[in-house]
Structure formats: C-alpha cells, structure tokens
Nanobody
Framework: QVQLVESGGGLVQAGGSLRLSCAAS????????MAWYRQAPGRQRELVAS???????NYGGSVKGRFTISRDSAKKTVELQMNTLAPEDTAVYYC??????????WGQGTQVTVSS
C-alpha cells in the first residue's frame, strides 16, 4: 500500500527549475512535519527542507535561498520549488512525513537529474 506519492522529477539543464509534489494518502492523519530528503550515489541521505504544522521551514545549507518548501495541510500535500538547479543537486528525492502519534512515512523517491 503506497501511502506517499511523489511527482515532478525529471531531467533539467543547469540553471533551470523543477517543482516536486508529494501527496499523503487518506490513511495518514495528524501530520506534524513534512519534508524532502535526497540521496546521491555514494552519499548519505540528507535533509533538503522540512516544514512544520505552524509553517516553520528549515533548509539544508546547500539549498537555502534556491529552494522553497510549502504545504497544504487540508490536502495533505507538500511541494518543493527548486530554482537555479546545479549538477550537484542530482539525486533521488524522497518525501517524508511524521505524525503526532509517532508515525514515520517515506515515499518511493523521484529522480532529479541536472545536466551541465
């Protein structure tokens, strides 16, 4: 049963933009934090951006100023607007959701490839 579905990944040239979307299923309730992580080959998974119920956002140092995270709590979706993309941003991007009851959920991941 897929509970988080990501979309919007693809191939883009350096300097371009992409917008990632993630939707939580009806089986996930009382969401506290929604976030995006990414993992490149040979590297650890790292936080890209997170956003709380109170709309407080946190960004990884390498993306701050270029990426923007937003959420719609009613629709249970989270978006990641990525601008001025660089080859270093190439990775599989994963949606993550944490609930107030202690649940943790991960999406299947969507590939983002930035060509130079």
């Amino acid at each position: 049963q897929v509970q988080l579905v990501e979309s919007g990944g693809g191939l883009v040239q350096a300097g371009g933009s992409l917008r990632l979307s993630c939707a939580a299923s009806r089986t996930i309730n009382s969401i506290s934090t929604m976030a995006w992580y990414r993992q490149a080959p040979g590297r650890q998974r790292e936080l890209v951006a997170s956003i709380t119920t109170g709309a407080s956002a946190n960004y990884g140092g390498s993306v701050k100023g270029r990426f923007t995270i937003s959420r719609d709590s009613a629709k249970k979706t989270v978006e990641l607007q990525m601008n001025t993309l660089a080859p270093e941003d190439t990775a599989v991007y994963y949606c993550y959701v944490h609930t107030f009851s202690g649940g943790n959920y991960w999406g299947q991941g969507t590939q983002v490839t930035v060509s130079s």
